[in-house]
């Protein structure tokens, strides 16, 4: 079992930056792939981007790609999400997820077996 707590998230105005923050508990974190979706109000949680056990491949959505980067520290069970040049289309909660499965890509979100709480990111234009 992976429990996972992201944070990070908060107000910034269009162009700004965050850094997303997805703590894992557990066991075999270094080997799950870890991702991010977000959901705004009314909406259906959609990818975002994903990063491979090793941080050797990422994946993004088209509507981030540029902007965004995936990292982890397998060290410290943590995976990251550094946003930049934020939008206001960018405002939602953000999942952080993993999967153990081993499968790439993963951009459904029925592949991911754990959800963190979610941290809320609001861009004002």
């Known amino acids: 079992q992976v429990q996972l707590v992201d944070s990070g998230g908060g107000l910034v105005q269009a162009g700004g930056s965050l850094r997303l923050s997805c703590g894992a508990s557990?066991?075999?974190?270094?080997?799950?792939?870890m991702g991010w979706f977000h959901q705004a109000p009314g909406k259906e949680r959609e990818f975002v981007a994903a990063i491979s056990w090793n941080g050797r491949t990422t994946d993004y959505a088209d509507s981030v790609k540029g902007r965004f980067t995936a990292s982890r520290d397998n060290a410290k069970n943590t995976a990251y999400l550094q946003m930049n040049s934020l939008k206001p289309a960018d405002t939602a909660v953000y999942y952080c997820v993993a999967d153990g499965s081993g499968r790439w890509p993963l951009r459904n979100a029925i592949a991911y077996d754990y959800w963190g709480q979610g941290t809320q990111v609001t861009v004002s234009s």
């Open positions: 557990g066991r075999t974190f270094s080997r799950y792939t």
